[in-house]
C-alpha cells in the first residue's frame, strides 16, 4: 500500500517562506515515473491543485502561485516538494501531497501577521 506523508507547514507572517516535504513509501510504488502534486485546501472551499511535477521534472502551476511557489523532486528520497515564497493571507489552506489514486494526510498552512 502506497503512503503520502507532509511535513513542514505552520503559522508564518505574509510575505514569508515555507517548504513542504513528501515522503512516500510503498510496496508497488515505482516513484521516478510518477506525477506527483500538491493540492490544497481552504475552508469552505473546493480543494484545487497547486502544481504538478512529472517523473522527468516538467512542472505545472495554478495561475495564482506562479512566480511564487516551486515544485520539485528528489527521486533518490521518493520525496517532492513545494517550496512557497511571497506568501500571502489567501495562501492559508491545508496542503495536500497527491499521486493518482493516493492522498496525504495534509499539512496546515496558514499565513497571518
Known amino acids: 500500500q502506497v503512503q503520502l506523508v507532509e511535513s513542514g507547514g505552520g503559522l508564518v507572517q505574509p510575505g514569508g517562506s515555507l517548504r513542504l516535504s513528501c515522503s512516500a513509501s510503498?510496496?508497488?510504488?515505482?516513484?521516478?515515473?510518477?506525477?506527483m502534486a500538491w493540492y490544497r485546501q481552504a475552508p469552505g472551499n473546493q480543494r484545487e491543485v497547486v502544481a504538478t511535477i512529472t517523473g522527468s521534472g516538467t512542472t505545472n502551476y495554478a495561475d495564482s502561485v506562479k512566480g511564487r511557489f516551486a515544485i520539485s523532486r528528489d527521486n533518490a528520497k521518493n520525496t517532492v516538494y513545494l517550496q512557497m515564497n511571497s506568501l500571502k493571507p489567501e495562501d492559508t489552506a491545508v496542503y495536500y501531497c497527491?499521486?493518482?489514486?493516493?492522498w496525504g494526510q495534509g499539512t496546515q498552512v496558514t499565513v497571518s501577521s
Open positions: 510503498g510496496s508497488i510504488f515505482n516513484f521516478r515515473t510518477t506525477v
Open positions: 497527491y499521486r493518482p489514486n493516493t
